[in-house]
């Protein structure tokens, strides 16, 4: 395929607003082949140069127009644009998310697979609540909207009310035109939330939002796709201000030559419900799930009147390691060797998702 897709040549833009803003008035998106997907990640890189050095491992630089960079996998799939930001790059790509018959080079074995091993790039995560908090605003804001179809699950662990069988794990995948009734109904008898919906405005656009931070453009929708991204930023930036104040070094030991101290300083999350018995002796099972990419190689829980736990969490990919501790009302979260961000707002999303989710991540003072 064309490599410049959206034909940006060597023009720079310099924020998602006025990128966008070219896509929309210059580029037929329905000419380009396969469904546009914009994909927000969240970075800790300490320069845009770090940034580059570490995609060049798994990519070619194109072109380099200062702010927007045109990359392709070194095996010359299909290319990707990314619009460069501190915090919050974007990337731009008609790969497909999964494996299909059009494409080899999928997100999930590209893009993904880069964010799996490189722990200052992160997903930009879209949590179950805040997936729901996006419906109701689309359904509020646009008359005869669709939801043509939908994944949602439930944990049975979580703080969610279910009216049927509430103690079963679910997941559920819909495609029909009477999605947004159903899902409603699924909500309110099954207790479930969404992991990922389709918008639909007849004669106007169709896109597609998912919790790993991936909007697809089906048809139109570039404008309600950038705008909950962008609120999607707004809401990841307080949280990644408190992940920054954390820390984990390895310091010499000035009594002893031949061996190191680890230092970690935690980043909190803050509950507004007290910890409950079920979030502790649930906690191994459900952080768990192959949704979270955790293991548990270590857990001490007590319940009692003020129930407590101290975890330490494996990622299953890189196998970074975070250690979890309950105080008062908040979770302590640990940064140990090889952890990055996107564990960090894994964890942060599961206790928003499985918790409390009016939680909200503070420094630790």
Partial sequence: ?????????????????????????????????????????????????????????????????????LLETHQGQEPYYMLYDKDFPVFFTTARKTEGPRS?????????????????????????????????DIVEQYKNIMIPQFSAKRNKHVNIDAKRRPDYDRSIQYSADDGLETYKEMKRQYGVLPTMMKFQRPNQFKFKVSTDGVFTINKGGLNE???????????????????????????NN????????????????????????????????????????????????????????????????????????????????YPREDSGIDE?????EYVTDQIDPRANAIAVR
């Fill in 104 to 136: 080899t080079g999928n997100i999930t074995n590209t893009l993904f697979n880069h964010i799996k091993w490189e722990k200052n790039l992160g997903r930009m995560w879209v949590s179950q609540a805040h997936m729901e908090d996006i419906r109701m």
């Fill in 254 to 333: 000035k009594y002893s030559k031949d061996s190191s101290i680890p230092q970690s300083k935690p980043w909190a999350i803050n509950l507004k419900t007290k910890l409950k018995h079920r979030d502790v002796n649930n906690f191994r099972e459900a952080i768990q799930n192959e949704y979270w990419g955790f293991t548990v190689s270590k857990l001490d829980k007590k319940l009692g009147s003020k129930p407590h736990l101290s975890a330490t969490l494996v990622d299953s990919s890189n196998y970074g390691r975070v250690a979890i501790k309950s105080k008062d009302n908040t979770l302590r979260i």
């Fill in 225 to 251: 796709s950038v705008r909950l991204i962008r609120e999607t930023i707004d809401r990841l930036r307080d949280i990644k201000s408190a992940i920054d104040t954390s820390d984990y070094e390895v310091k």
């Fill in 1 to 69: 395929m064309e490599e410049d897709f959206l034909r940006v040549g060597s023009t720079d833009y310099d924020s998602l607003d006025t990128f966008s803003d070219y896509i929309r008035k210059e580029i037929d998106l329905e000419n380009i082949s396969g469904n546009l997907n914009i994909i927000g990640t969240v970075s800790d890189f300490h320069s845009k140069q770090a940034l580059i050095n570490s995609l060049e491992k798994s990519f070619d630089i194109l072109t380099d127009n200062g702010n927007i960079f």
């Fill in 344 to 348: 960090a707002l894994r964890i942060y």
